[in-house]
């Protein structure tokens, strides 16, 4: 795919989709977007939506995959440490959804 060095704010005037959501598949929050957001970027970028949908899914895998590496990195007290923020941070997500 071709790079525009566009920023989000600019994407996002281009395709109609809101600079959250540009965000959010930038920060990988977002693995599959709509099939809307989807076509709506890809008429932005000039490209077929399977190309930019293929693109995604690796970026994806991509991300999968370094994250794994990092966690099988970690030492064992490394590991306890992250497990034990992990098990905290979920705690409290909970709390705030109540």
Not at 56 to 63: E, F, G, H, Y
């Amino acid at each position: 795919m071709t790079t525009r060095n566009w920023s989000s704010a600019e994407l996002a005037q281009r395709s109609g989709v809101s600079i959250g959501t540009i965000g959010n598949l930038l920060n990988g929050r977002t693995i599959k977007p709509h099939t809307k957001t989807t076509h709506a970027l890809a008429r932005a970028f000039g490209v077929a939506t399977d190309a930019l949908e293929r693109q995604l899914v690796t970026a994806s895998q991509q991300r999968h995959e370094a994250l794994i590496h990092a966690v099988e990195s970690l030492t064992p007290r490394q590991y306890q440490h992250l497990v034990r923020f992990l098990r905290s941070f979920h705690t409290a997500a909970g709390r705030r959804r109540r």
